[in-house]
Structures are given as structure tokens and as C-alpha cells.
């Protein structure tokens, strides 16, 4: 007993942050595409970082609520109603059993993130709860959600007496605004064995996203990029954010549902922190790829893990505030 789908959406699939340690065997890591809004939308709930979320793409599920528990949009700006009242985004809120959330249509972005407090209550695959849907394993099913589907949820930590009145700073959500979206990465493995000319285009030059983007890699077209020699690659390890360049000279960056080698040469290699932005990315967006270092990688990443740490403890004070209880050890 939990949520009762009355529409499916387009498509919207249980994710975490990934299948990890398998790959060694052929498994893709898949979970979410963008990580920062899916763990602050947990955050908001009062959960840890890895439990289950909907994933949303484009156009979003209705959901009828069979218990009372909380609940949190994060991601892109879909629109929201509960009850045909709507409702705040990157904020908590309470829903009460029979209530329906209804999420629209994405404006700005392209995907969003409902996280459930307590956790979605699907069954563990290879320590994870997420789909692959391309081998059909993993959350529900193995498959987007449909209609008259019934998803049961794990027991609810935060369950206040009254609506939640705080939620993410608008500066914070502000990577899925625009629509030329500037991309940092660092030289790939085979980043010197092509042109010149090909390199500084890639720097320089815009590149479109295609609609062939999907959820293992985005297809992009723009400047075409060559080689300057005549070599077999052999199949190597790649990850989320590789960019990858096949016969066709249109570059591919590798994304949640990637396979775990590849065979065409790796120019670059897109910054951790920069991946949420690229999840934003609808077809027709514009990427502009900007140099970095591995230091300034480093750098970020840190940044970013300590903001983020920051920002749970922050919740977690607001939630104690209302609970009187510490749920979290920090």
C-alpha cells in the first residue's frame, strides 16, 4: 500500500544513485541522471542520499497517495498540482491518503526527481534499486512506470502536523535555466590523437543535442571532429561524462545508462560536477564545452560535497525542529 499510478507520464523510472560494482560483469551502473537534485529532493524528505526516487522525463506521472506521508519535487521546473492546488518545487510537503499529485509538463529542464519520505519499497538488484531498462531489471519491473501500477513505500521518518514552509534556495537551482548550457571537461585518454583543428573546434564550437539522446548517451551535432592518425582503439573502461567520437565525427557523451567499455576514442572527459547541468539538457539545447584541469576538477567536487553536506545538516535542523528528534548522524 502506497501509490497508485493513474498515468505513467512519459517515461518515469525508480532510480538511486546507481548499481555500482558490477562492471566488472557487464552491468551498467544506471540510477539517476542528475544526482544533485535527486539526493537534496531525498534530503528534503528526511532521507538518506541512496534511497529509490521517480525519475521523471519531460511529462510526468499522476499519482494517487494511498497513505499520508511527505513528499519532494526537485529538478526541473514541471509544473505540480495536488488536489488541483499547486505545488511548491524543491520544497517538502504533505499529502494525506486519497490525495493526487499530478505532475505537468517540464518548462525549463528536462528532468525531474520525486523523492518519498521513507523510500520506495522495491526489491535490492545487485545492492540497487534501479531500472535498466534497456535489459529490463531493476525497479519496477524492469520498466517506465504505467497506468494502474502500485508502488509501496518503506515506513515514513517525518510525518508533521503541519505544511512544511522552507525548501532549496532559488540560487541553488539555478544550473537548469539556461539553454546553452557550458559544459566543463578535461582531456580524454585519446585526446591527442586528433587534430588540431578538431580540438580547438570542440572548445569553441556549439553543439546540438539530438533527439537520438537518451538516457545512455547524448548524441550531439555540431562541428565534426578528426583524428590525425589511423588506429584501432581497443575496448576500454568509460564513465558517466566520457565523450566519446564514432566514424561520424559527432561527438557522444556517455550518460546514467552507458555500457561499461567502449571502443571509439575518448577526448574528453565531462566534470562530476557539471553532469547535473548536461541531465538538464533537452534536444534542441545548445552544449559549448569549456577546458578544465583535473585539479580544478578535484577542486569543484570537494566544493560541492562539502555544500551539499551543508545543506543536509540545514534540513536536518528543520526537521528536528518539527520532530524533536535527531534522525540523522552527522
Not at 532510480?15 to 534530503?43: I, T, Y
Not at 558517466?240 to 576514442?265: C, E, H, K, W
Amino acid at each position: 500500500m502506497g501509490i497508485f499510478v493513474l498515468d505513467g507520464g512519459f517515461f518515469t523510472t525508480v532510480q538511486d544513485l546507481g548499481r555500482w560494482g558490477v562492471q566488472k560483469d557487464g552491468v551498467p551502473v544506471s540510477g539517476v541522471m542528475d544526482d544533485f537534485a535527486s539526493r537534496l529532493a531525498n534530503f528534503l524528505v528526511g532521507n538518506e542520499a541512496n534511497e529509490a526516487v521517480l525519475e521523471i522525463t519531460m511529462l510526468g506521472p499522476t499519482l494517487r497517495f494511498e497513505i499520508g506521508t511527505v513528499v519532494a519535487i526537485c529538478g526541473g521546473e514541471f509544473s505540480g498540482k495536488l488536489n488541483d492546488q499547486s505545488v511548491p518545487l524543491w520544497q517538502p510537503f504533505m499529502v494525506q491518503p486519497g490525495d493526487i499529485l499530478a505532475i505537468g509538463a517540464c518548462r525549463i529542464g528536462y528532468r525531474g526527481y520525486v523523492a518519498v519520505s521513507g523510500g520506495l519499497h522495491v526489491p535490492l538488484l545487485m545492492n540497487s534499486r534501479s531500472t535498466y531498462t534497456k535489459a529490463a531489471i531493476g525497479g519496477f519491473y524492469g520498466r517506465p512506470l504505467q497506468k494502474d501500477d502500485e508502488l509501496s513505500l518503506r515506513p515514513a521518518p517525518c510525518l508533521p502536523e503541519w505544511q512544511p514552509s522552507w525548501g532549496i534556495a532559488f540560487s541553488i537551482r539555478q544550473y537548469i535555466n539556461s539553454q546553452e548550457k557550458v559544459i566543463r571537461a578535461v582531456e580524454g585518454p585519446d585526446f591527442h590523437t586528433f587534430t588540431k583543428e578538431s580540438i580547438e573546434h570542440f572548445f569553441t564550437e556549439v553543439y546540438e543535442v539530438t533527439t537520438q539522446s537518451d538516457r545512455m548517451g547524448y548524441r550531439l551535432r555540431g562541428q565534426k571532429l578528426q583524428r590525425s592518425v589511423d588506429q584501432e582503439i581497443v575496448s576500454e573502461a568509460v564513465t558517466f561524462g566520457t565523450v566519446q567520437v564514432p566514424a561520424s565525427g559527432d561527438p557522444i557523451v556517455l550518460m546514467a545508462d552507458r555500457q561499461t567499455t567502449g571502443g571509439y576514442p575518448r577526448i574528453a572527459q565531462v566534470l562530476a560536477v557539471d553532469l547535473p547541468i548536461l541531465a538538464q539538457a533537452r534536444p534542441g539545447d545548445r552544449i559549448r564545452f569549456q577546458p578544465s584541469s583535473w585539479q580544478e576538477a578535484q577542486r569543484l567536487y570537494i566544493q560541492r560535497e562539502r555544500e551539499m553536506m551543508y545543506s543536509r545538516a540545514i534540513i536536518c535542523q528543520k526537521w528536528r525542529e518539527i520532530n524533536g528528534a535527531n534522525r540523522f548522524k552527522l
